[in-house]
């Protein structure tokens, strides 16, 4: 019993080591601090405040208002961006990339993250096709270390 409790420790730490991978995160944070809601809602990013916080899969999420934050909590899954918050166009061409809160778009009501607003004119020329090899790449490239 008293060897296999540590093996244990070690497989939850690894997993919540390999979960967290899955987010793009600064400081702990998603979206750079920015509000997830805020970008359906407002039409643009706007930072969020500790206040309005919460944690969802092992991220803090900040948002703008109480409203903005009960609204993600009712539904995240629709208001987190795609990839986990890492760069659409480096998702798509099968590699993890930091991604700016100001180089958005939604698209068929997601949210997508470019590493910067020029990579973002670059991925919005063949948007669709980018988003599609992005979805086929998200499951291996999202196992790759930051």
Same mark, same amino acid.
């Given at each position: ?8 420790? #070690?497989?939850? #730490? ?8 899955? #987010?793009? #995160? ?121």
């Amino acid at each position: 019993m008293k060897k296999i409790f540590p093996f244990f420790c #070690l497989v939850i #730490l690894v997993t919540a080591i390999q979960a967290q991978s899955e #987010l793009f #995160l600064v400081n702990g944070e998603a979206i750079r601090g920015y509000d997830a809601v805020a970008y359906f809602k407002e039409s643009k990013p706007v930072k969020g405040k500790k206040e309005f916080s919460t944690s969802w899969h092992g991220a803090n999420w900040l948002f703008a208002s109480k409203e903005n934050k009960d609204t993600f909590l009712a539904n995240p899954e629709k208001y987190a961006p795609q990839f986990g918050g890492y760069c659409s166009y480096g998702t798509a061409d099968s590699h993890k990339a930091p991604a700016q809160p100001d180089a958005w778009s939604i698209v068929d009501d997601k949210l997508y993250l470019n590493y910067n607003k020029d990579v973002q004119v670059i991925w919005r020329k063949d948007q669709n096709e980018m988003i599609e090899k992005a979805n086929k790449n998200w499951p291996e490239v999202k196992k790759q270390k930051d």
